[in-house]
């Protein structure tokens, strides 16, 4: 069974239009994120919830806005999208509370914004 | 301060060949030091992890070797086989904070 997944995996979209991606992961944690990976592999979290509350918001245009409905589930919405959203996003989880710092990532969602 | 410096940024080995991987940190606040390894169309998946208490571990052909007091670690892949071709990332953590700092990547191929 598929621990943290991410749906779609492929995104193509065109300037100016909004876009949702999901993120759901079975392993019973605490925490989630996400990550953009740019051209150049370079990873950046650009935010956390623990428990359903963000925890990490950084410097990320408000374009960007993440829901966490449940500890399962984080999802990632991004309005008005630019061709630099063009990335590869990551969702991860990872148990904080009692727990280690191991993070475990998705597959990833490849958006190309056109 | 919040920066992990890693080199180089590619790698070439031949196969059997030791793969040694690189990084620095500023911030002694860190106290987890994992390594990430990410195969091209995949999520990075976690490799082995150190914490600032021990100066190395050992995970089959995977070693980590870290250096408090010169607030550098690196990866060490014992015989290198062509299946260990891939990305890699190390990373930083503070306890608490929730937060990963990730290198620059290295991107490895090794040889047949």
Partial sequence: DTAVSQTPKYLVTQMGNDKSIKCEQNL?????????????KFLKIMFSYNNKELIINETVPNRFSPKSPDKAHLNLHINSLELGDSAVYFCASSQVRGGSYEQYFGPGTRLTVT | QQQVKQSPQSLIVQKGGI????????????????????????????????????????????????????????????????????????????????????????????LA
């Fill in chain 2, 19 to 110: 793969s040694i991987i690189n990084c620095a940190y500023e911030n002694t606040a860190f106290d987890y030091f994992p390594w990430y390894q990410q195969f091209p169309g995949k999520g990075p998946a976690l490799l082995i992890a150190i914490r600032p208490d021990v100066s190395e571990k050992k995970e089959g052909r995977f070693t980590i070797s870290f250096n408090k007091s010169a607030k550098q670690f690196s990866l060490h892949i014992m015989d290198s086989q062509p299946g260990d071709s891939a990305t890699y990332f190390c990373a930083a953590s503070i306890q608490g904070t929730y937060k990963y700092i990730f290198g620059t990547g290295t991107r490895l191929k090794v």
């Fill in chain 1, 28 to 40: 019973g944690h605490d925490t989630m994120y996400w990550y953009k990976q740019d051209s150049k």
